[in-house]
Antibody, heavy 131, light 108 residues
Framework: QVQLVESGGQVVQPGTSLRLSCEGS????????MIWVRQAPGKGLEWVAVISYDGANQFYADSVKGRFTISRDNPKDTLFLQMNSLNVEDTAIYYCVREDLVIVPGSQKKSFVYYYFMDVWGKGTTVTVSS | EIVLTQSPGTLSLSPGDRATLSCRTSQTISSSYLNWYQQRPGQAPRLLIY???TRATGIPDRFTGSGSGTDFTLTINRLEPEDFAVYYCQQYGTSLYSFGRGTKLEIK
């Protein structure tokens, strides 16, 4: 079945680095954009980063821009999140998420409607930044 | 940046009741870019509704999404015990995503 499995979460000190991994299975990994979403303890969901299906484009939340890097290895069906200069505010469960895109004809001639959504979620990996 | 405001923050209802959850966006967005997720305690979120009104695979028809412009609603009819959870709306715009803060649906 379609599955995402994260790994790499651990307890680290402020200022250090950590790399998370996410292995996909049960689907054609290189056909989908991939996303990292995090959730701080007792808080809501925060989008972190997205990478296009071919790895050519990446976008980041302002809170992590310049510190985190999202990348992928399509032959190995694996997504990564390199996290540098970690601080206590980065403490969270990090979810690996598949981005789906559905395109349907629009109401006007030669127009299309695009649907972007997060349709498959991993169980998450926990990162704790503490001194 | 588009801000999503969900209300109420907490909704206390009984099984069998109807729940109405609101999500307002700070700017007009395309309905196709508004999605809803459910997160049960201790679990990862799961997709409920995409494109404001299309149920995801396997989601029962008790869940209905509606709305347009800046006002969107998730309605849950005939609440079941497993529906008591946190619900998040989320929007997509120019390769960026954002979530609302969530509505906690609790048993009265």
């Amino acid at each position: 079945q379609v599955q995402l499995v994260e790994s790499g979460g651990q307890v680290v000190q402020p200022g250090t680095s950590l790399r998370l991994s996410c292995e996909g299975s049960g689907f054609t990994f290189n056909r989908y954009g991939m996303i990292w979403v995090r959730q701080a303890p007792g808080k809501g969901l925060e989008w972190v980063a997205v990478i296009s299906y071919d790895g050519a484009n990446q976008f980041y939340a302002d809170s992590v821009k310049g510190r985190f890097t999202i990348s992928r290895d399509n032959p190995k069906d694996t997504l990564f999140l390199q996290m540098n200069s970690l601080n206590v505010e980065d403490t969270a469960i990090y979810y690996c998420v598949r981005e789906d895109l559905v395109i349907v004809p629009g109401s006007q001639k030669k127009s299309f409607v695009y649907y972007y959504f997060m349709d498959v979620w991993g169980k998450g990996t926990t990162v704790t930044v503490s001194s | 940046e588009i801000v999503l405001t969900q209300s109420p923050g907490t909704l206390s209802l009984s099984p069998g009741d109807r729940a109405t959850l609101s999500c307002r966006t700070s700017q007009t967005i395309s309905s196709s870019y508004l999605n809803w997720y459910q997160q049960r305690p201790g679990q990862a979120p799961r997709l409920l509704i995409y494109g404001a009104s299309t149920r995801a695979t396997g989601i029962p028809d008790r869940f209905t999404g509606s709305g347009s412009g800046t006002d969107f609603t998730l309605t849950i009819n005939r609440l079941e015990p497993e529906d008591f959870a946190v619900y998040y709306c989320q929007q997509y715009g120019t390769s960026l995503y954002s979530f609302g803060r969530g509505t906690k649906l609790e048993i009265k």
